[in-house]
């Protein structure tokens, strides 16, 4: 399996795992991933298996100090094996390349698999966001530092847990 960075061909699979892995109401677009693949501040990650299809996605931006993790799917055959923590790894050292030293991200406060992920991946919860997804869709916003700075980060001042 390789990861690497994904291309206009690897499009049609991304839109597969799309289908695949979230309600009609929650996909992305092949518009919006169109613009995803092309954006200079993204990256977006395909995880590809030996004949080339893409089995996992993940999608990155970063802004001065802050990256995002805005998306990962991985196909149900796939899921796991490590597919999406070695998406989002990736994506933590491309975003610690460019000079961020916290992720971000929201998943649904009901998709226990991912927030078990993230956990383990060193993401903390920090607010709760409600109807993200949807009426009575509420998301959990979770941070990780991506890198340690002399004291480590202080969670009772960082401007992230402390804004509204």
């Known amino acids: 399996m390789i990861i690497q960075q994904a291309r206009p061909e690897h499009l049609d699979g991304i839109l597969a795992l799309e289908q695949d892995g979230f309600s009609d109401a929650e996909q992305w677009s092949r518009h919006a991933w169109a613009e995803e693949l092309e954006a200079?501040?993204?990256?977006?990650?395909?995880?590809?298996?030996?004949?080339?299809?893409?089995?996992?996605?993940?999608?990155?931006?970063?802004?001065?100090?802050?990256?995002?993790?805005?998306?990962?799917?991985?196909?149900?055959?796939?899921?796991?094996?490590?597919?999406?923590?070695?998406?989002?790894?990736?994506?933590?050292?491309?975003?610690?390349?460019?000079?961020?030293?916290?992720?971000?991200?929201?998943?649904?406060?009901?998709?226990?698999?991912?927030?078990?992920?993230?956990?383990?991946?060193?993401?903390?919860?920090?607010?709760?966001?409600?109807?993200?997804?949807g009426p009575g869709l509420d998301a959990v916003v979770m941070l990780r530092p991506i890198t340690e700075t002399t004291g480590g980060w202080d969670e009772a001042t960082d401007w992230a847990l402390t804004s509204a």
């Open 40 to 133: 200079d501040d993204r990256l977006v990650l395909a995880h590809t298996d030996a004949d080339g299809s893409v089995i996992g996605v993940a999608n990155f931006g970063c802004v001065e100090d802050m990256a995002d993790l805005n998306r990962v799917v991985v196909h149900r055959n796939a899921r796991g094996r490590g597919v999406a923590a070695q998406l989002i790894q990736s994506g933590i050292d491309w975003a610690e390349a460019l000079g961020a030293t916290r992720m971000l991200l929201e998943v649904r406060t009901d998709n226990d698999p991912a927030v078990g992920l993230y956990s383990r991946l060193g993401f903390d919860r920090i607010s709760l966001r409600r109807d993200y997804y």
